[in-house]
């Protein structure tokens, strides 16, 4: 004996009974597919993404449609929160913030991509939000992060058993130019222009000047420099304390700093309050910089790599190289685990020294001697 099945029809509106009728049909078309044990044809998937949530539940209670089919056409969005709490820190001392990151990552790219629910998932959409972005001045490096962060929530999807199969997604791939140091000549044009420029990014030209030079002295990340308050300081022994919550590893980090540059950040911080943010970083810091070089006349992109924001960085290591810096200094400096890190990709040659390195090599023959000789 057959089951009868009633499900309300759609009332109160003009076109109540056209929908109605449509309704009628597609659950029909469920019928014979599920008897026939068929997939369900396009047609029928267009109009179960548009149908609302209390009737897919209810499709899926009399066995129209698998529970799987249901979740994916969930708003992808949704799943993000759960996503994010799987996600397990790689430090105990680092929380959330890793998770945070991923998840941030995976949003942004599910909201600028306008994938609503996992059909709506395209490898030629993300390929062309790959080529905006890097368009639009965003490193390999990050976009590689980015798309590395989407990857892991699909797989996560299908491992729950919300979608069927993760769906094939471009890959980054990061050049190993992995950007270079200002030559010193470069940082001084830098600052010039910088101290002297107007208000651009929403940072004055000796704000502008100011951050550039702190980060080249510690070599602070830009997130850590954002993190900063006149609290950070200690003017006293010339230190500066970032707290773990706002560093990449999660560990504390002390930086010290120049006496020139300690006079020039007391003045700067007279009269803040304790706890205000010091340096009102914009997000596009690359865009700022590079901004900042072509005004300065610098070459941003040679044969030895691209200036950046964390170029800044690099020009640390690599100035405390040039001046002959033991390298577990240096390395303590940078705050890198592996001193490899250190030596191979934040210390560059600069203008010279290998001249200089090669002048070094004891002179085994006398110069006057063998023009005397030759003649």
Same mark, same amino acid.
């Given at each position: 004996? *057959?089951?009868?099945?009633?499900?309300?029809?759609?009332?109160?509106?003009?076109?109540?009974?056209?929908?109605?009728?449509?309704?009628? &049909?597609?659950?029909?078309?469920? =019928?014979?597919?599920?008897?026939?044990?068929?997939?369900?044809?396009?047609?029928?998937?267009?109009?179960?993404?548009?149908?609302?949530?209390?009737?897919?539940?209810?499709?899926?209670?009399?066995?129209?449609?698998?529970?799987?089919?249901?979740?994916?056409?969930?708003?992808?969005?949704?799943?993000?929160?759960?996503?994010?709490?799987?996600?397990?820190?790689?430090?105990?001392?680092?929380?959330?913030?890793?998770?945070?990151?991923?998840?941030?990552?995976?949003?942004?790219?599910?909201?600028?991509?306008?994938?609503?629910?996992?059909?709506?998932?395209?490898?030629?959409?993300?390929?062309?939000?790959?080529?905006?972005?890097?368009?639009? *001045?965003?490193?390999?490096?990050?976009?590689?992060?980015?798309?590395?962060?989407?990857?892991?929530?699909?797989?996560?999807?299908?491992?729950?058993?919300?979608?069927?199969?993760?769906?094939?997604?471009?890959?980054? *791939?990061?050049?190993?130019?992995?950007?270079?140091?200002?030559?010193? &000549?470069?940082?001084?044009?830098?600052?010039?222009?910088?101290?002297?420029?107007? =208000?651009?990014?929403?940072?004055?030209?000796?704000?502008?000047?100011?951050?550039?030079?702190?980060?080249? @002295?510690?070599?602070?990340?830009?997130?850590?420099?954002?993190?900063?308050?006149?609290?950070?300081?200690?003017?006293?022994?010339?230190?500066?304390?970032?707290?773990?919550?706002?560093?990449?590893? *999660?560990?504390?980090?002390?930086?010290?700093?120049?006496?020139?540059?300690?006079?020039? /950040?007391?003045?700067? =911080?007279?009269?803040?309050?304790?706890?205000?943010?010091?340096?009102?970083?914009?997000?596009?810091?690359?865009?700022?910089?590079?901004?900042?070089?072509?005004?300065?006349?610098?070459?941003?992109? @040679?044969?030895?790599?691209? /200036?950046?924001?964390?170029? /800044?960085?690099?020009?640390?290591?690599?100035?405390?190289?040039?001046?002959?810096?033991?390298?577990?200094?240096?390395?303590?400096?940078?705050?890198?685990?592996?001193?490899?890190?250190?030596?191979?990709?934040?210390?560059?040659?600069?203008?010279?020294?290998?001249?200089?390195?090669?002048?070094?090599?004891?002179?085994?023959?006398?110069?006057?001697?063998?023009?005397?000789?030759?003649?």
């Amino acid at each position: 004996m *057959g089951i009868v099945r009633r499900i309300p029809g759609y009332a109160g509106k003009k076109t109540a009974k056209k929908l109605t009728k449509d309704m009628g &049909d597609a659950i029909l078309r469920l =019928v014979n597919f599920k008897r026939a044990r068929d997939p369900i044809d396009e047609q029928t998937e267009l109009w179960l993404d548009q149908i609302d949530r209390k009737l897919r539940d209810r499709l899926v209670k009399i066995g129209l449609i698998d529970d799987r089919k249901n979740k994916e056409t969930k708003p992808l969005t949704d799943y993000l929160p759960e996503f994010q709490s799987s996600i397990k820190p790689r430090k105990a001392n680092t929380g959330d913030k890793q998770a945070k990151i991923v998840g941030y990552r995976a949003r942004r790219l599910i909201e600028d991509c306008n994938f609503g629910v996992w059909r709506d998932i395209s490898r030629e959409a993300v390929d062309t939000y790959i080529e905006q972005k890097i368009k639009d *001045g965003m490193s390999q490096q990050t976009m590689h992060f980015y798309i590395q962060a989407f990857r892991r929530f699909t797989r996560w999807m299908v491992e729950k058993g919300y979608a069927r199969k993760a769906p094939k997604i471009s890959s980054v *791939g990061v050049s190993k130019n992995y950007g270079r140091a200002f030559e010193l &000549d470069e940082f001084e044009k830098l600052l010039q222009t910088a101290k002297d420029g107007p =208000v651009s990014f929403g940072m004055t030209g000796y704000e502008r000047f100011l951050v550039y030079l702190f980060a080249m @002295n510690t070599g602070l990340r830009r997130g850590e420099l954002r993190s900063l308050t006149p609290a950070s300081f200690d003017f006293k022994n010339n230190l500066v304390f970032v707290k773990g919550e706002d560093t990449k590893n *999660g560990d504390e980090a002390v930086q010290f700093f120049t006496p020139e540059t300690s006079e020039l /950040l007391q003045e700067y =911080v007279f009269g803040k309050m304790p706890n205000v943010r010091l340096f009102n970083l914009p997000d596009h810091t690359a865009k700022m910089i590079k901004a900042d070089c072509k005004e300065a006349g610098i070459e941003i992109d @040679n044969n030895k790599g691209k /200036l950046t924001f964390h170029s /800044l960085r690099h020009t640390c290591g690599s100035y405390l190289a040039s001046k002959n810096v033991h390298p577990k200094k240096i390395q303590k400096i940078m705050r890198h685990k592996d001193i490899n890190l250190t030596m191979t990709r934040y210390t560059h040659l600069l203008r010279g020294e290998e001249q200089a390195a090669v002048n070094c090599l004891p002179r085994f023959v006398d110069r006057k001697e063998h023009r005397g000789k030759s003649a």
